[in-house]
Each structure stands twice: as structure tokens, then as C-alpha cells.
């Protein structure tokens, strides 16, 4: 069974650009979420979309957005980069559940120059 | 807001020893407690996970314990191996679809 595929994995981009990342979760699975990791503040959760619906957002600004399509990949998009912004995006997927595992990508590490 | 309080943040053991690392919670939206394990360039990978049924849950080298009256629960690994040098994250569930980590324990064995 194919793991969670990230695409890019490396992005450099300008201050004021936006970004588009991309995500195909695991087959079957339902349930995409996006996490942003720097040394400073670890892991930190920025949303979760089930069946195309946004079912959680974490504490980030409106510049971070997303959405998922029929067949359950999804997509991450930032506006207006900072180069607060640089980091690395991981995506997991899961069947949705609160005790259901989480699979994590390889991530797309972004740098804002 | 939930938080996980993860220690140590580094721990250096020689091969062959045991690896102890521990995570406090506040609260959570259920009682699983997966264990990530991360190497450089890559996405974490579930290592191992506990859910309330159990106290303790042991697969190979690796066992979870859980002490759900104190709000902890600890990664012991045995014989540890230069492989098993990695960073390590415990989480909980905070929503569904939403963990909280802690900050991750950096791990370094000795040859």
C-alpha cells in the first residue's frame, strides 16, 4: 500500500509570494491534516479536512489555507509569505477517527527568502 | 488549550542500554497515546500506540506504559541500538484528526 505522497519536497519562494503544496493520503483514507514543524515551536496543527469538509483549524492567520477534493487529496495554500513561514509541511492521513492512526508524508520544507 | 510535556529534550545511551522517555498530558479528547519516531529528512513514523484498554503495551524493543490517574505515559526502548538514533514525539488527541505533540526527545546511541 502506497504511503502519503507530498509534493514538492523543496519550495523556495520570495517574501509576498504564495504557495501551493499538495497531499495524496493513503488509499481509503478519508481524514488529511497538515502540520507545520520548525526547531522553535515543534509540531503544530493547522487544519483537518474529512470528506471535503474542514472539520478542525488550529490557531494559524487566515494567510493558511486548504481544501480537499472528491478522492480525498488535498491541498495547503499560503498567502502572503513571511519568512515566519519558513518550515517544514507535513501531512498525515487517517481513516478519521480519534483513535485512528496517523501517517505522516515526508513533508515539503519550504524557505522563504 | 491541550498540552503534552515531553522529557527529556536529548538523551545519549549506549548501545545495549535502555532508553526511557516521558510525556504528561493535561488533557485529551480520548485515551490514545501514539509514539512517533522521526529521522532527518523524513516525516514521523508511527512507532507505537496505546489505547485505554491497557497499561502497558510492548512490541518488540519498544513498550508504551500508561498511568492514566498521574496523566503520564512513557517510551522505554531495550537494547538500544545506533539505529534507533532518532527524535522521538509522544502525542495525544486533542479533536478528531488533531494531535498534540510534544516537543520531541532528540535520541543518541552509542556504538
Known amino acids: 500500500k502506497a504511503g502519503v505522497t507530498q509534493t514538492p519536497r523543496y519550495l523556495i519562494k520570495t517574501r509576498g509570494q504564495q504557495v501551493t503544496l499538495s497531499c495524496s493520503p493513503i488509499?481509503?483514507?478519508?481524514?488529511v491534516s497538515w502540520y507545520q514543524q520548525t526547531p522553535g515551536q515543534g509540531l503544530q496543527f493547522l487544519f483537518e479536512?474529512?470528506?471535503?469538509?474542514?472539520?478542525n483549524k488550529g490557531n494559524f492567520p487566515g494567510r493558511f489555507s486548504g481544501r480537499q477534493f472528491s478522492n480525498s487529496r488535498s491541498e495547503m495554500n499560503v498567502s502572503t509569505l513571511e519568512l515566519g513561514d519558513s518550515a517544514l509541511y507535513l501531512c498525515?492521513?487517517?481513516?478519521?477517527?480519534?483513535?485512528?492512526?496517523?501517517?505522516f508524508g515526508d513533508g515539503t520544507r519550504l524557505s522563504i527568502l | 488549550q491541550q498540552q503534552v510535556k515531553q522529557s527529556p529534550q536529548s538523551l545519549i545511551v549506549q548501545k545495549g542500554g535502555i532508553s526511557i522517555i516521558n510525556c504528561a498530558y493535561e488533557n485529551t479528547a480520548f485515551d490514545y497515546f501514539p509514539w512517533y519516531q522521526q529521522f532527518p529528512g523524513k516525516g514521523p513514523a508511527l512507532l507505537i500506540a496505546i489505547r485505554p484498554d491497557v497499561s502497558e503495551k510492548k512490541e518488540g524493543r519498544f513498550t508504551i506504559s500508561f498511568n492514566k490517574s498521574a496523566k503520564q505515559f512513557s517510551l522505554h526502548i531495550m537494547d538500544s541500538q545506533p539505529g534507533d538514533s532518532a527524535t522521538y514525539f509522544c502525542?495525544?488527541?486533542?479533536?478528531?484528526?488533531?494531535?498534540?505533540f510534544g516537543s520531541g526527545t532528540q535520541l543518541t546511541v552509542l556504538p
Open positions: 479536512y474529512f470528506s471535503e469538509t474542514q472539520r
Open positions: 488509499s481509503g483514507h478519508r481524514s
Open positions: 498525515a492521513s487517517s481513516l478519521g477517527g480519534l483513535d485512528q492512526p496517523q501517517h
Open positions: 502525542a495525544a488527541p486533542a479533536l478528531r484528526g488533531q494531535l498534540t
